[in-house]
C-alpha cells in the first residue's frame, strides 16, 4: 500500500537543523520510513503514478525534510532502461573530490522548495563518498556529473542547508563562465 510522504516545506525552521548521525542497526520501521522515501521517488518519476499521487519529480529526500533530524538521505536514479536504481547513504562524507566545479543548467530543484529559483550552483564534477548503507556496512563510492550533484544537495539537508542560500542573492549567475553547464 503506497503512503505518500508529508515533504516539509522551506519556510519550516526543522530544515535548519544539523541532522544527528544515525545508530545501526537500524529498526524495522526506520527500515520501512526508507523504503517508503524510495517508493515515493520513484513514483514521482513515473508519470501515471506522479499525476495520481500528485507527486513531484525528484530524485534525492533526505531524512530531515520528513522530519526526521538523522543523518540519511536516499536517491532513486531512473537507468535507460527505465529500471530504477537506488541508494542509501547514512552518515555520508565527502572524502575527496574534483577540482573541476559544474552546474545544473535549468537551475537545481527541491522537493522542499516549491518555487523557481534562478541562478547556478557551482558543485565539484566529481566527488568521492564514505557512508554506510541500510545494513551499517561502510562502502565508498565515486560519482560524477548528476549523482555528484544530487549527493551534494543532499549533504547540504543534513546540515540545515538549503540550495536557495548557495545563490548569490546580488548576482545569481556570478561567475557562471568558470563552470561547466551540465
Not at 522530519?67 to 536517491?75: H, N, P, S
Not at 522542499?112 to 563518498?129: D, Q
Request: glycine share 4%; charged share 35%; with cysteine.
Amino acid at each position: 500500500m503506497f503512503k505518500k510522504l508529508k515533504i516539509l516545506n522551506e519556510k519550516d525552521k526543522r530544515l535548519r537543523t544539523i541532522s544527528k548521525d544515525v545508530i545501526f542497526p537500524l529498526t524495522d520501521d526506520e527500515k520501512k520510513v526508507i523504503n517508503n522515501a524510495m517508493e515515493n521517488l520513484k513514483y514521482s518519476q513515473i508519470e501515471k503514478y506522479a499525476k495520481k499521487y500528485d507527486l513531484r519529480a525528484g530524485w534525492g529526500l533526505s531524512a530531515i525534510q520528513i522530519g526526521i533530524a538523522k543523518r540519511w538521505f536516499v536517491i532513486v536514479e531512473e537507468q535507460e532502461d527505465h529500471t530504477f536504481k537506488n541508494y542509501f547513504f547514512a552518515n555520508p562524507k565527502i572524502i575527496s573530490n574534483s577540482t573541476e566545479k559544474i552546474y545544473v543548467e535549468q537551475g537545481e530543484g527541491c522537493l522542499s522548495v516549491n518555487r523557481e529559483v534562478p541562478g547556478i550552483i557551482p558543485r565539484y564534477a566529481r566527488i568521492t563518498v564514505e557512508a554506510y548503507d541500510i545494513d551499517g556496512n561502510k562502502f565508498k563510492i565515486r560519482l560524477r556529473e548528476d549523482l555528484s550533484i544530487c549527493v551534494q544537495h543532499e549533504i547540504d539537508h543534513l546540515n540545515g542547508i538549503l540550495f536557495v542560500d548557495r545563490i548569490d542573492k546580488k548576482k545569481p549567475y556570478k561567475d557562471k563562465e568558470k563552470y561547466r553547464a551540465i
